[in-house]
């Protein structure tokens, strides 16, 4: 067979047995020497012969197939793949795995003639650069098309520092700032201590006049350090000396308190940046005092600009814990509810005292308490006043009046019971209602037990009366209908009551009926006239 892929290293060693005199052959198939006994250099494929003797006689076609290796073929493992982390350094390294040919035995090189080849196919201590890897098996087979690895490294660390002093002596204003930061990996870390402490952001604030080294580093590959100044002086100028006190402000709200302040001798105060002015009044909250003055650096034969040294001091301004007031949720006075309770309530400590007020409502009792009784809608005030500061808040609450009550109007099928009509419905109808009705009915100012509905079936005359309430405030109504009865029998005569003789064969009988309306009749012989 064929020992590499592509390759013509394929023979066929062909023997004969039988059949008279010499043979002759016939081959056919690619690159086959069409009469020869044997065959070299072939290719994988399928290859086929006849032989015939001296005589004439033919074998039957003989079919042989000869095979060939897998092509070796070589990829990277990417999840091993490590690039130089510093530059200039030789960190970088790779792994190449190889498959097909013969076997599973390769060798790999990182050159062509495979010296310095090894059976791992990793190859680490590797600067930056491109790598042609060659593979081979066992039969000295290569790869086709080697494959070429890349190993890169980031540029050389550098960054921009700039500095500036402290403002004013004893404050630790001063600041480094390191910016345009290049090379490595594109994160980095910054220290201004000769590195035993670092950070993500080159800015550093809040320093005193002090030497610092300052370095960057790469946030990924932390040993690839470059001291970008090694020493680096923030200085600061003369002292200035604030002297701030201040009273604070006497009820929640206001703005009484005061502030004192002094500096040195030229020196310019000012509070929040405006002028100070010790007359001034301020309401709670944090103020900045600062006096400025000239820095001692300041070189007038130049005709610089003046550099200003200030100092600062922050102060805070209080005041007294807020009354909090509440007159509670606002009520409603019903029919039901004709007095309601206001709960007013103090969410603050202190010692207290509680009026309430009211333009157009009644207080009924506890004027001087939290919980007073009113009887009459109206806006009501809760004064809540501290014993020691007299300081005071206030709430208001609305107190609404509902005292609607449900109109009733009835509605009967008929006024009189009578022979005909032996049973009555009284029919109930609710408007102006707000709420669910509850009904109540009576007969002669006696309760009927049971009746609880809008409707009422009566059988008896009588006065029957429905008290309906609203659920919704209490509200009650009432309505009378009167229900008489009419059942007066018809009187009824019969005239011609006379006795049948021969000669008075037939008599007439005539009813007469006093009723009050029309009369029918009906004998017992079926007539009805």
Known sequence: NVLCNGG??????????GGSGSYTYLWTGTGVSASAEDQTELAAGVYKVIVTDSNGCS???LSITLTENPEVNAT????????????????????VVATGGAGTTYTYSLSSDFSNSNATGVFTGLAAGTYTVYVKDVNECTDPSPIQ????????LSATVNSLNVSCNGNEDGSITITTPAGGSGTYEYSIDGGSNWQSTGNFTGLAANTYNVQIRDAVATGCVITLTGSLTITEPLAINLQVSSTDVLCFGQANGTITASAAQGSTIT????????????????????????????NQQQEEEPEICFEEKTITITQPEQIIVSAGSNKM???????????????????????????????????SSLNPIVSAPGTYILTVTDVNTSCSASGSVVVSQNIL??????NATTNEL?????????????SSIQGTPSYLWSKDLKLISGATSSSLVVTEPGEYLVVVTDSYNGCIAAQKVVITENIQNSEVSITGNVELTCSNETTTLTALAIVQGTASYLWNTGATT
């Open 418 to 430: 009578s022979c005909n009509v032996k049973s009555i419905t009284i029919n109930s109808q609710i």
């Open 76 to 95: 990277e493992t990417t999840t091993s793949h490590i690039d130089v982390n510093c530059f200039g350094g030789t960190s970088g390294a790779f792994t």
């Open 405 to 410: 009550k449900p109109t009733i109007t009835l």
């Open 59 to 61: 074998s039957s076609e």
């Open 8 to 17: 013509s290293t394929g023979a066929i060693d062909l023997s004969v047995v």
């Open 333 to 367: 006075i019903t029919c039901k509810n004709p007095t309601v309770q206001l709960i007013g309530t103090v969410t603050s400590s202190g010692n207290y005292t509680y009026s309430w007020t009211t333009t157009n409502g009644i207080i009924d009792s506890g004027v």
């Open 149 to 156: 690895v890349i190993i890169t490294q980031p540029l050389t």
């Open 271 to 298: 509070v929040n940046g405006q002028p100070y002015n010790s007359n001034m009044q301020y309401g709670p909250g944090q103020y900045l005092i600062r006096a400025e003055a000239l820095g001692g650096n300041y």
